[in-house]
């Protein structure tokens, strides 16, 4: 049995306790169905209309159709391939991340849907300012879709005029992912500035391109939440470099009713040097070099902070 059908078996051993009612397997091969038999859950190869399932197995190509099939509290396992991971972040605040594993052929990933569906607020927002970032932007976004959406979070991207695939890759995010752009000659942190306005979390992050957070950074900044009040003053988290191991230096997240009500404040926020440091809320750097900087003066960011070909759309 090769790697894909053992991750997959595992997957649907685990989901089939929990599945409410009959299974639907869309794979080419069948496997899925098969397993599930020996299991004691009814599969079906066909869906039938209006009806719901608890567990469907399928690939990215036939995710948009069977999305609606799926009843509340149950599962989706899907197979993406290789430059599919940022799609499935449309997903975000409608299913949760139970499980995912990669192989060198793509990756299988279990989803739960969530019964209050479209009513949950993002209790975190990662707010990321991007100018001719596609290649760190396209990275960002393959790392978010390892991240759980329970609790759930919010991705607001703002795009100041790139001229490379960035605009390609903005229009191949779908779901409730908040996409800005804003004219090229926008000073950053205007830019910055928007996303923030727009953002409806509880923790605002600011963060550009060419830095991923560590999985599990909302659950870290939301259990020190739990335990202090949020004052005005920053959450500090760790920037470690592309190894994971070198510290490189830090980032800060707000409070929302702390976050400044002007650009001209909120870039004096960024000159802030003081603030918690937060147990397990790691940023992690993409590439060698300066740590970027959404603070950054204008003429800093103009040139992006990777210029590598975009590895989702390649």
Request: hydrophobic letters at 40%; proline letters at 8%; glycine letters at 10%.
């Amino acid at each position: 049995m090769d790697v894909r059908r053992r991750i997959l078996e595992a997957l649907l051993t685990s989901a089939a306790k929990t599945c409410p009612r009959r299974a639907l397997d869309l794979t080419r091969q069948g496997f899925a169905a098969q397993t599930l038999a020996s299991l004691g859950v009814d599969c079906r190869r066909l869906p039938i209309a209006q009806e719901l399932y608890g567990l469907i197995v399928c690939t990215m190509d036939s995710l948009p159709r069977m999305r609606p099939l799926v009843a509340a509290e149950g599962s989706l396992v899907v197979h993406t391939k290789p430059g599919q991971h940022g799609e499935l972040l449309g997903l975000a605040g409608e299913f949760a991340l139970v499980a995912s594993a990669r192989t060198p052929a793509g990756a299988w990933l279990q989803l739960r849907r969530l019964a209050d569906r479209g009513t949950i607020t993002p209790r975190v927002s990662l707010v990321v300012t991007t100018h001719n970032d596609a290649g760190s932007l396209a990275q960002l976004l393959t790392t978010l879709e390892d991240q759980p959406t329970d609790p759930a979070w919010e991705l607001v991207l703002v795009d100041r005029g790139s001229t490379d695939a960035t605009a390609d890759l903005l229009e191949r995010v779908t779901g409730d992912v908040r996409r800005i752009r804003v004219p090229r000659d926008t000073n950053p942190v205007d830019a910055l500035f928007a996303g923030l306005r727009v953002a409806q979390g509880d923790l605002l992050l600011p963060m550009p391109a060419g830095l991923a957070p560590g999985c599990g950074f909302v659950s870290a900044l939301l259990r020190h939440e739990g335990r202090n009040r949020v004052t005005d003053a920053p959450l500090i988290g760790t920037i470690v470099g592309p190894d994971a191991r070198t510290v490189c230096g830090s980032i800060r997240a707000l409070g929302r009713t702390a976050a400044p009500n002007t650009p001209r404040r909120l870039a004096r926020w960024f000159e802030r040097t003081d603030g918690v440091r937060v147990p397990g809320f790691r940023v992690r750097q993409l590439h060698p070099g300066p740590v970027p900087s959404v603070g950054q003066a204008p003429e800093r960011l103009d040139g992006g902070t990777q210029a590598e070909p975009n590895a989702v759309l390649a």
